[in-house]
């Protein structure tokens, strides 16, 4: 099939060179040259594993195109993804100028019959109002059919999701054109869910805030944990063996961040207060989520008292790990709380230090391993659990830091380990080790 995905960010790029993978002809359209520039030289100017190999591969069978121009990317095709940014309004709701930008060219451009797909994650009825858009701009004789398609890339896996995913959505109000975007994927032989426009739109939104739930859930049961003494990890455990809760997203941290969660959850409560739905439980879900890095900076201060110029080490930086995307990462959070007050601050990040960079500028000391950023530190924090993190032997905190206290995040140790190696350590709904050395 001929499909043009518009976009090149995690969600455009993976798919595009999915769809390639799969047997399709795909061009990827993106207005920025430099990412175009990038791609057409077979660099993914993103991280995520084994990304490369497939674009390098599919672009030297000629089965991926990159451009920058609209004729190009939108003349002769039969499916076109609109897989563009939608960020965040200053009032939480989310910004469609970049898909009604990418519609309007689309309709300017196009040159056959073409079913539109939104992947890009759109607010309930948006794309009644892409259709329009399109039918407005579009030459009188061709026909365009608009297809609700969202997706659920998760960073870092977004490739095998694509390949291994547990549902494709397809929200249609006409029912060849969702036949054509359910045959594009036949390939990837995974369960269809075929519905509405609205309803598929809603999906998007109501899975990632369930989610979100799931995650601030755990998070104040782990609040409450430390204050009555019981261990989160026994309780996820016990709680995620029900089938009807599952064991997913049950680890208890600072929060959730990246590119998704904060901004729908945001987005969602917007939507319902539209139609004047007061949507109390998400609005706590977020509030929680706030909460959650500044919990960890209290226990610390509680413990260590002002942290006025006391050097303090932070590691990891991404909003998760195996990625090296910071937007929204509690980890920053917690960095720019600690220059607020005035501590010196060494963080290490396996690969996202130069996205980081754009946020903390020179305000902290980048560091180029573990050793380096806790040597002569007062206190580490922990922001991501990267392997590399969980696999640190922890003698060496005792070893490297001034005084070895360790404030940690994503529950990367064991609590009999530290306690035998006489580290003052806390985490997230377990008992602390308040040992003095
Ligand atoms: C998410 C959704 O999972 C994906 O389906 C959607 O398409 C985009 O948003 P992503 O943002 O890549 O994907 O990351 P995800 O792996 O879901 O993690 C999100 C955040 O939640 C991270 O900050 C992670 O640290 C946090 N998290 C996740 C927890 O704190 N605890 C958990 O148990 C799981």
């Given at each position: 099939m001929k499909v043009t995905v518009a976009g090149t960010g995690y969600v455009g790029l993976v798919t595009g060179v999915c769809l390639a993978e799969i047997g399709h002809e795909v061009i990827c359209i993106d207005i920025n040259e430099e990412k175009i520039r990038l791609l057409k030289q077979g660099k993914s100017p993103i991280y995520e594993p084994g990304l490369e190999e497939l674009l390098e591969k599919n672009a030297k069978r000629r089965s991926l195109y990159f451009t920058t121009s609209p004729k190009e990317a939108y003349s002769e095709r039969e499916v076109i993804i609109i897989a563009v940014g939608t960020p965040e309004n200053?009032?939480?709701?989310?910004?469609?100028s970049y898909v009604e930008a990418a519609a309007k060219d689309i309709a300017e451009h196009m040159t056959d019959h073409v079913i539109v797909t939104i992947k890009?994650?759109?607010?309930?009825?948006t794309n009644h109002r892409v259709k329009e858009l399109l039918n407005q701009y579009k030459a009188p004789h061709l026909q365009v059919k608009v297809v609700s398609n969202p997706e659920f890339l998760r960073e870092g896996s977004a490739i095998q999701d694509t390949f291994k995913g547990d549902r494709i959505v397809i929200g249609s109000a006409c029912q060849h054109a969702g036949d054509v975007i359910e045959t594009m994927y036949k390939p990837l032989n995974i369960p269809i869910v075929r519905t509405d426009i609205k309803s598929s739109e809603m999906i998007k939104y109501a899975s990632n805030a369930f989610l979100a739930t799931k995650i601030s859930f755990i998070n104040e049961i782990a609040n409450i944990c430390e204050k009555l003494g019981a261990n989160i990890e026994d309780v996820a455990r016990g709680i995620g063996l029900d089938s009807r809760i599952g064991?997913?997203?049950l680890q208890a941290g600072i929060g959730y961040g990246g590119s998704c969660f904060p901004k729908d959850t945001k987005a969602l409560v917007q939507l319902a207060g539209n139609v004047k739905h007061d949507f109390e439980l998400l609005e706590s879900v977020i509030k929680v989520n706030n909460h959650q890095p500044l919990l960890l900076l209290q226990k610390a201060t509680d413990i260590a008292?002002?942290?006025?110029r006391k050097k303090v080490a932070l590691l990891g930086l991404s909003?998760?790990?195996?990625?090296d995307d910071v937007r929204e990462s509690a980890s920053l959070v917690l960095a720019k709380k600690l220059l607020e007050n005035g501590s010196i601050v060494s963080v290490y990040d396996p690969i996202a230090t130069d996205n980081a960079k754009k946020m903390l500028g020179d305000h902290v000391i980048y560091c180029t391993s573990i050793d380096e950023a806790i040597r002569g530190a007062e206190l580490t924090f922990i922001g991501t659990e990267w392997v590399e993190i969980k696999e640190y032997p922890v003698a060496n905190y005792k070893k490297l830091?001034?005084?070895?206290r360790v404030f940690d995040g994503r529950n990367c140790y064991s609590l009999a380990e530290m306690k035998r190696h006489e580290i003052v350590y806390v985490s997230i709904g377990r008992k602390a080790i308040l040992q003095q050395m």
């Amino acid at each position: 099939m001929k499909v043009t995905v518009a976009g090149t960010g995690y969600v455009g790029l993976v798919t595009g060179v999915c769809l390639a993978e799969i047997g399709h002809e795909v061009i990827c359209i993106d207005i920025n040259e430099e990412k175009i520039r990038l791609l057409k030289q077979g660099k993914s100017p993103i991280y995520e594993p084994g990304l490369e190999e497939l674009l390098e591969k599919n672009a030297k069978r000629r089965s991926l195109y990159f451009t920058t121009s609209p004729k190009e990317a939108y003349s002769e095709r039969e499916v076109i993804i609109i897989a563009v940014g939608t960020p965040e309004n200053r009032d939480g709701s989310a910004n469609l100028s970049y898909v009604e930008a990418a519609a309007k060219d689309i309709a300017e451009h196009m040159t056959d019959h073409v079913i539109v797909t939104i992947k890009s994650t759109v607010p309930v009825g948006t794309n009644h109002r892409v259709k329009e858009l399109l039918n407005q701009y579009k030459a009188p004789h061709l026909q365009v059919k608009v297809v609700s398609n969202p997706e659920f890339l998760r960073e870092g896996s977004a490739i095998q999701d694509t390949f291994k995913g547990d549902r494709i959505v397809i929200g249609s109000a006409c029912q060849h054109a969702g036949d054509v975007i359910e045959t594009m994927y036949k390939p990837l032989n995974i369960p269809i869910v075929r519905t509405d426009i609205k309803s598929s739109e809603m999906i998007k939104y109501a899975s990632n805030a369930f989610l979100a739930t799931k995650i601030s859930f755990i998070n104040e049961i782990a609040n409450i944990c430390e204050k009555l003494g019981a261990n989160i990890e026994d309780v996820a455990r016990g709680i995620g063996l029900d089938s009807r809760i599952g064991d997913k997203f049950l680890q208890a941290g600072i929060g959730y961040g990246g590119s998704c969660f904060p901004k729908d959850t945001k987005a969602l409560v917007q939507l319902a207060g539209n139609v004047k739905h007061d949507f109390e439980l998400l609005e706590s879900v977020i509030k929680v989520n706030n909460h959650q890095p500044l919990l960890l900076l209290q226990k610390a201060t509680d413990i260590a008292g002002d942290l006025y110029r006391k050097k303090v080490a932070l590691l990891g930086l991404s909003f998760k790990p195996n990625t090296d995307d910071v937007r929204e990462s509690a980890s920053l959070v917690l960095a720019k709380k600690l220059l607020e007050n005035g501590s010196i601050v060494s963080v290490y990040d396996p690969i996202a230090t130069d996205n980081a960079k754009k946020m903390l500028g020179d305000h902290v000391i980048y560091c180029t391993s573990i050793d380096e950023a806790i040597r002569g530190a007062e206190l580490t924090f922990i922001g991501t659990e990267w392997v590399e993190i969980k696999e640190y032997p922890v003698a060496n905190y005792k070893k490297l830091m001034k005084n070895p206290r360790v404030f940690d995040g994503r529950n990367c140790y064991s609590l009999a380990e530290m306690k035998r190696h006489e580290i003052v350590y806390v985490s997230i709904g377990r008992k602390a080790i308040l040992q003095q050395m």
